[in-house]
C-alpha cells in the first residue's frame, strides 16, 4: 500500500468534523472513489474497509465494496457483500434510497410466491443492489448460468463500474436478465428468519457463506 493512500486514509479518519463536514464514512467513500476512478481498486477496497470501522452495517459501504469486488475479479466476495447490502437495506426498511429505475412486472403468481419468503421479500426485485448481485452471479461463467450474449453487457458494466464512459443501459435487458434473476438468489440466500438482526448480515455472507448458486432450479418455482 503506498505512502499517499495511508495518509489520505488517516486524514480522512482523524480530520475533526464540522458543520460543513458529513464525518469520516463520507471522506473514506470519497476517497475510494477517487482511487476507483485512477485505476486503484485495491486503494478504494482499502478506504471502504476502513469506513466500516466507523459503522459496521452501512449499506452503501456494501454495496461499494460489492462493485470494487466485482472489478476486481472476486466474483464470491462481491456476492457476499451484495447479499450484505440487501440484508441490511430490508432489515432496516431502509429501501426507499435504493430504488433502481429497472422495474420488473410480476405475475399474481410470482407476486404470491414471493410473499412466502417474507412480507418484504418483493422490495428485491425494486433495489439496484439486486441487479449488481445478479451480475456478479451471472459472470461466475458456469454453463448453467452464463449467456453468450450477456458477455458484451458484462463488458460494459464493469465499465460503468469504473466510471468510464459508455452507453446507456438497455432497461428491458436489464429487467429481464439480470433483475429476476438477482432477485430470485437473493430470495434463497437471504437469512430471512434473521432479517431484521443488523449485526448479523457481516458474520453470515462475508465470514461464513453457505450460498444456493443454480439459478436455473431456484428459479423453477416459478413454473410449479
Known amino acids: 500500500m503506498d505512502i499517499q493512500l495511508i495518509h489520505a486514509v488517516e486524514q ?34 482499502h478506504a471502504y474497509l476502513q469506513a466500516l470501522h466507523f459503522e459496521p452495517y452501512h449499506p452503501e459501504t456494501y454495496t461499494a465494496l460489492g462493485q470494487v469486488y466485482y472489478l476486481l475479479q472476486d466474483r464470491e466476495t462481491a456476492i457476499a457483500a451484495d447479499l450484505t447490502a440487501l440484508h441490511l437495506i430490508i432489515g432496516s426498511n431502509a429501501y426507499a434510497r435504493f430504488i433502481s429505475p429497472f422495474k420488473v412486472q410480476l405475475s399474481d403468481h410470482v407476486h404470491h410466491t414471493i410473499l412466502q419468503f417474507h412480507p418484504l421479500a418483493e422490495t428485491l426485485f425494486r433495489l439496484e443492489q439486486t441487479r449488481h448481485l445478479a451480475h456478479a452471479v451471472i459472470d461466475l461463467a458456469s454453463p448453467t ?14 465499465r460503468h463500474l469504473q466510471n468510464q464512459s459508455v452507453r446507456r443501459y438497455d432497461g428491458r435487458f436489464e429487467q429481464q436478465e439480470y433483475m429476476i434473476p438477482g432477485g430470485w438468489f437473493a430470495l434463497n440466500n437471504l437469512r430471512w428468519a434473521e432479517i431484521c438482526d443488523l449485526s448479523l448480515a457481516p458474520l453470515v455472507y462475508i465470514t461464513a457463506p453457505d450460498l444456493t448458486f443454480d439459478l436455473f432450479k431456484l428459479m423453477s418455482r416459478l413454473a410449479s
Open 12 to 45: 480522512a479518519c482523524l480530520t475533526p468534523i464540522d458543520s460543513f463536514d458529513q464525518g469520516p464514512v463520507m471522506r473514506l467513500h470519497q476517497l475510494a472513489a477517487d482511487r476507483q476512478k485512477k485505476g486503484d481498486l485495491s486503494g478504494a477496497k
Open 145 to 158: 448460468s452464463f449467456k453468450f450474449y450477456q458477455k458484451h453487457h458484462i463488458c460494459l458494466y464493469r
